[in-house]
């Protein structure tokens, strides 16, 4: 029986108030064949006093940061918390804040086993608030799913996603050189699964999902205040798919994905600035956004967009 410890769970800590959830999630598991590390990012709580009682149920490093690097660049934070990792040979990057269900690591390793071949393996997702009540039933994932059909799912807003679900091979992560960058890392996950699942898809771990809480502002996906920077986030995620898949997302699902964030995001800040001049700083890094060389869909993008304006 293969006993060899090839899991890391990373988790790039901060937010203290429900990091002893997180943790007695993980010292739940049926299975502690893994290490988990743990990277504050220079927290102005106390976090060491709350991982430490956790030393004696599971192996823990813990890395106190000396600066914060997440309010520059929370990517760079999640490279530099896995760098805190060894040799194993996957990934779990975790949350201060979510739970995974007791069997989740043994369940991983039975995959593994039956799809040694793949780069990119999730959990499906369930939602969950302060109170660990249920805001949204648990996904429904693929069995397997190509990086494409995962990148059409997600900007037809048919499926939930978060970096908390995934486990990916150290190997791949490394030769793709990291996480893809966007402000705030908003859809960076989402672009860097499809760049490491492109040779081999998705795998589903079928079974009970991780809990990911949206916590009143107290998370980026749950703080209203950045999404004027979200938005910009959006913007760059779209020129990158464009340049990664080139035609294989047709241009009507790009102007419904962004119909559908400028919805999700409720900005007020397009009463000040215009919508198109931050397109624009886009498609000087990137001429592939056929959406707005498109003139006829530039037309009816634009006639949406002054309504929204005038029903604001």
Known sequence: ?????????????????????????????????????????????????????????????????????????????????????????????????????????????????LHPECEVFRFNLQLIDETNNTIREASNHPGLESSVDFIKRRLSFSTLSAACEYIFLREAYLKSGGFVEFPLAWCSDDATWSLLALGHGIVTIKGKPVLMRMSNGMNISSD???????????????????????????????????QSQLNYLSLPFFQRISFFQHLSRICSLSSTISLIMNKSKYYKFNKWYNQQLKNA
């Open 1 to 113: 029986m293969d006993t060899e410890n090839k899991l890391a769970i990373v988790i790039p800590a901060y937010k203290h108030q429900f990091l002893s959830q997180a943790l007695q999630s993980i010292a739940n598991q049926t299975c502690k064949r893994f290490t988990l590390y743990i990277g504050d990012d220079a927290s102005p709580h106390d976090l060491k006093t709350i991982v430490e009682p956790y030393k004696s149920e599971i192996y823990i490093v813990y890395n106190r940061f000396e600066n914060n690097l997440g309010a520059i660049s929370l990517t760079r934070q999640w490279d530099r918390c896995i760098k805190l990792s060894r040799n194993e040979e996957y990934i779990w990057l975790f949350s201060d804040d979510d739970r995974m269900p007791s069997d989740a690591v043994e369940r991983f390793y039975q995959y593994i086993g």
């Open 224 to 258: 209203n205040s950045m999404n004027k920077t979200k938005f910009n986030a959006v913007l760059l995620f779209i020129a990158w798919i464009q340049e990664k898949f080139k035609t294989e997302i047709t241009d009507d699902l790009f102007y419904r994905y962004l």
